[in-house]
Every structure is written in structure tokens, then in C-alpha cells.
């Protein structure tokens, strides 16, 4: 992963999102030690509070949990944490912007819909 220092989303969050994906990917796993804030600071070539605060905030989200003088790990539902986090956050927010486009566009709910499993279909197919 390349850290995009052009977006408008602070590193630290891309940082905490780049963690995320490699949970869902199953690179770390429950009770998996993750990269300290020095490892990802190596890694991404950022300042060390930076990475340290995209750890934080996975422990706020109880994604992460500390185990003093170790590090941080993996905690036991956080693929499941992070899931329902996309699902109500991300999803829902490209789920709104798609249908005030096809309304902008006059594209009724059943050509939307048939538009989605097109894509789904295809997507399965890779």
C-alpha cells in the first residue's frame, strides 16, 4: 500500500484502514501481534505519532487491544468490528451517492438494481 499524502483523508486514518484490510485479508489474525507505531513508521516513511495514532484509533474501536510492554494485537471480533464499521459508514455512503446519481440520471430502481448484479456477476466471475 502506497500512502496517498494528497487525499484529503490524514494519514493516520489511512494508516488505521490500511491495518483494517489486512485484517479482512486474514494477514493478521486474532491475537495476532500488528506493526508498532515504529515498525509502520518505517515502513511508510511517517513520524512515529502519526503511526501511533492510527493505532489508537483501532483500540478506540476495540479492533485493536494493548498488551503492555508487548504491543498491540489483533482483538478477537475485529473482522467482524470492522465489517459492520464499512458496512454502516463506507457502504451506506456510496449506497446514498449511487442513488442520487441514477435519480439525477432518471434511472429507475429496477434498471439500478439489474445494473448492481451485472456488476456483482461479473465481479464474481474475476
Given at each position: 500500500?502506497?500512502?496517498?499524502?494528497?487525499?484529503?483523508?490524514?494519514?493516520?486514518?489511512?494508516?488505521?484502514?490500511?491495518?483494517?484490510?489486512?485484517?479482512?485479508?486474514?494477514?493478521?489474525?486474532?491475537?495476532?501481534?500488528?506493526?508498532?507505531?515504529?515498525?509502520?513508521?518505517?515502513?511508510?516513511?511517517?513520524?512515529?505519532?502519526t503511526a501511533g495514532k492510527g493505532l489508537t484509533?483501532?483500540?478506540?474501536?476495540?479492533?485493536?487491544?494493548?498488551?503492555?510492554?508487548?504491543?498491540?494485537?489483533?482483538?478477537?471480533?475485529?473482522?467482524?468490528?470492522?465489517?459492520?464499521?464499512?458496512?454502516?459508514?463506507?457502504?451506506?455512503k456510496l449506497i446514498f451517492e449511487l442513488v442520487m446519481e441514477a435519480k439525477?440520471?432518471?434511472?429507475?430502481?429496477?434498471?439500478?438494481?439489474?445494473?448492481?448484479?451485472?456488476?456483482?456477476?461479473?465481479?464474481?466471475?474475476?
Amino acid at each position: 500500500m502506497i500512502l496517498d499524502s494528497d487525499s484529503s483523508k490524514p494519514i493516520y486514518v489511512q494508516i488505521s484502514e490500511w491495518i483494517e484490510a489486512e485484517i479482512l485479508r486474514g494477514h493478521f489474525t486474532t491475537d495476532q501481534k500488528v506493526y508498532s507505531q515504529y515498525q509502520l513508521a518505517d515502513k511508510f516513511n511517517i513520524n512515529p505519532a502519526t503511526a501511533g495514532k492510527g493505532l489508537t484509533l483501532l483500540v478506540e474501536d476495540n479492533i485493536l487491544y494493548k498488551k503492555r510492554g508487548l504491543g498491540m494485537f489483533v482483538a478477537e471480533d475485529a473482522r467482524e468490528r470492522i465489517k459492520n464499521k464499512r458496512k454502516n459508514q463506507t457502504l451506506k455512503k456510496l449506497i446514498f451517492e449511487l442513488v442520487m446519481e441514477a435519480k439525477y440520471l432518471d434511472v429507475d430502481e429496477g434498471e439500478l438494481i439489474e445494473m448492481i448484479k451485472s456488476i456483482k456477476r461479473k465481479g464474481e466471475g474475476q
